[in-house]
């Protein structure tokens, strides 16, 4: 089979595609042929070397996508032909991927490769967001940031289904106006003063990071802000004072510690489609790449023009 392999770490030009064996599923593994891939920002950084990856080269990124069931092991409930999707399965980027049968969900036919490809991980962190992190509920006023991003899209649409007022934060104009076909009410640019003019939301949804004390002077007195990304590096340490003094409570979110078992990924996974099978989320694409192109891919996701989802398709 041919998957998207590198060697060393570096830029999108350490990835090539290669023929790698084809892997066999072993007990409690269905293998899955892949009819689309979605690419993260976590493939960005483990080509650079900023995460850890497990083995030697050569290395193949992913981890989320959706695909035919093709081959079982024993022990494994799933059959071939069976429609499924996946957040957290390693080494995605092939024409072949070996799955954990618990990792793996139902894809109804109302729901296409791409559309599963493109919501399940960003998907399923907006669904934790306003569930978990913060139950949003109507009436609130809530601040996403990158809002025209991946999970900032999901982020305004789900706070809207809820119904919260949501105000954006984007970086352009292009952007702003995806915010607010999206559904936010106001959309505010970084250039802005955005903290004076956002100040007194009630939760604040901060995947930037290094804007975390930002966010907080943003929040109301009592409010909260839930921080689930560092994609503009880390935070400053906050203060405990600082939260006890203005009575806000500061949360930290990550989705693998939501997808806890088989049960909890069926009940969120079907939670999420029935909601894009409804038309309540649209999931946008920014766009689609042929697997031998993944570096194009890498490349244009690296140059944050992106808005919505970036596909690689084997």
């Known amino acids: 089979m041919i998957a998207l392999t590198f060697d060393a770490f570096g830029d999108p030009g350490v990835l090539g595609a290669h023929e790698v064996p084809t ?77 954990p049968a618990t990792h793996l969900v139902a894809l109804p036919d109302a729901v296409s490769f791409e559309t599963a490809a493109a919501a399940m991980l960003q998907g399923l962190t907006a669904q934790y967001l306003v569930r978990d992190s913060h139950r949003v509920v109507a009436g609130e006023t809530m601040l996403v940031h990158a809002a025209a991003g991946g999970v900032g899209l999901l982020l305004v649409q789900l706070g809207v289904l809820h119904g919260a007022r949501v105000i954006g934060l984007t970086s352009s104009a292009a952007k702003a106006e995806a915010a607010r076909q999206a559904g936010a009410s106001e959309v505010l640019l970084y250039d802005d003063d955005w903290v004076a003019r956002a100040r007194g939301v009630d939760v604040v949804y901060d995947s930037v990071g290094s804007t975390l004390d930002a966010s907080l002077s943003a929040a109301r007195t009592g409010g909260h802000v839930v921080f689930y990304g560092m994609a503009g590096g880390d935070p400053a340490p906050v203060a405990p004072r600082r939260l006890m003094d203005e009575s806000k409570t500061l949360t930290g979110g990550d989705l693998w510690n939501v997808l806890s078992s088989a049960e909890e990924r069926a009940r969120r996974s079907a939670e ?37 989802k970036v596909l690689i398709l084997p």
Request: glycine share 14%; charged share 20%.
């Open 23 to 99: 892997p066999i599923p072993g007990r409690g593994e269905a293998r899955v042929r892949m009819h689309a891939i979605g690419l993260n920002f976590a493939d960005v950084y483990r080509r650079k070397g900023n995460y850890t990856l497990v083995g030697e080269p050569p290395w193949i990124l992913g981890y989320e996508g959706a695909g035919v069931v093709d081959a079982v092991g024993e022990d494994v409930r799933w059959r071939v032909g069976d429609r499924v999707a996946f957040a957290d399965v390693p080494r995605a980027n092939a024409e072949q991927v070996i799955a």
């Open 272 to 308: 999420l489609f029935a909601w894009i099978g409804s038309g309540a989320l649209r999931i946008t694409i920014a766009a689609r790449f042929p697997l031998a192109d993944g570096a194009q891919a890498h490349a244009y996701l690296e140059g944050r023009g992106a808005i919505g």
